[in-house]
């Protein structure tokens, strides 16, 4: 018989026998046969059923290799094991749930739900099944999906094995999932005893405040944060060590937190640098800030220039003041200055020239200063790619050369006119900053050749030390008097403050 004779045969039962179309109607299909007790090879599957395997018209096997084709490698129970055991025992009418293979490769989990069909005589003459298709078993992959889960598996495993950090992983009671060998050697190493799978992690740890800062990144994590920090780790000071500690939530598949994983890598060595590079900054700021030094740099697109705060003092204007180009160089005072500045900058733009200079400046008080500007380049290829430099305030050195400048002026003016004796301007330490008139002339000294050099060199060890010892008690416009024994001669020697502030002196010979 036929599989078309076999549908006619099946119409003509629905027809005549209430019974199997009340059967039919009984339950929602996904697939239907109709089989030949006396010759089990002789089935009609109609479409329904090979649609849900994953077949279309043109690649529907043929029935008698149906058992062969679409069952699949390893089901709950096999259509041919059923079948066997239901044509055994045609009473047998139990509801299995039965496995076949979709085209895919994947499993299709079925109710089947048999009946027996009688003739006249009452005599078994044919099965009905009827199929309905359960949920699909999730533990079910095509040979494809096996692969990549071998390959997702052996890609975690060469990531766990040569990742160059620490893995580890923890669930919802703070118990180790997971770690990797680099993780274990770190915490023997750093604790001093071993770690092992579902052991606590937070019990591992003796310090209370570690104990409750990793319970804490836990529970963020497990209420869905996504935490990155960086601690120092390790039961003695002298073990600890700086690690990034980067912890994520881990999924499952319903998307609910089952556990969080980390990923730490070791950063003491950059940490320490990065510590002394800060005590380094900090220590120079200082540094600065007491010599009254700053910094800039310029944005060699925009020619905005950042101030340092040392800089945008001594401009006297708000920290975080935006300066440009142009803006910077109107600070300097108008005329030679402005220009000097002006000139300096656009040669080391334009070749790379370093400049050094000593210009005053008006602030934004309206206050006269003298500063020093260094200007320094770095060149690539002939192209100019930083502009940067110091800037000093140097007002009290600078007043106190021209205030020098000025005394030492008078002094010659005064020298040259004192035929009888000689002059000089020395410093606190007692070095000669200016010799003059014709006294020291007559001891065949050259009062040149004395300029930069100490006293002592000149006078005897007994008048050196008497000045020394009453050089601090002189005050400003005031002065001190004694006769000394120079070359077998008698001298009245005068010693007068210039100017407190400079801490200079006249050092008077008649």
Known sequence: MTDQQLKKDLYTHIKSDESVFDFM???????????????????????????????NSEKIPTPSDFLQSVL???????ASNYFEKFFSNLNDLEEPLVSFGHIDGSEVLMRCRAKVVYNQEHEATHILVAHTKQKTNTNAFTSHQKQQIENQDLLLQNIYKNFHGAIFSVDTQYCYTSFNETYRLAMKRLYGSEITLGMNATEYFTNPEEKEYIKRNIEKVLKGERVVDEALYGLNSDAKRWYEVSHQPVLNEEGEVVGVAFFAIDIDE???????????????EQTNTAARIGTWEMDLESFKTTWSKVTAEIHGVEIGFASDLSNGISFFKAGESRQKITNAVNAALAEGIAFDLELPIITAKGKETWVRAIGLTEYENGICKRFYGTFQDINDRKSAEMRLQEIQLRLK???GNFPDGSISLVD??????YTGGLGYGEFGINPEELIGRP??????????NKISENLTQIGENSKLSFEIIFLESCFQL???RVDEAINEYFVLVV
């Open 25 to 55: 109607l009984a339950f929602a299909l996904d697939g239907l046969w109709y089989c030949d007790v006396t010759n089990p090879q002789a089935i009609w599957i109609n479409p329904t059923f090979w649609n849900s395997l994953g077949y």
């Open 72 to 78: 699949s490698e390893q089901p709950i129970q096999t």
């Open 270 to 284: 950059k940490k320490k640098i990065n510590l002394e590079l800060q005590y380094t900054k900090e220590l120079l």
């Open 413 to 415: 003016l005064i020298a």
């Open 428 to 433: 606190e330490q007692l070095n000669f900053l």
């Open 455 to 464: 006293i002592r060199e000149v006078l005897s060890p007994e008048i050196f």
């Open 494 to 496: 005068v010693i007068q």
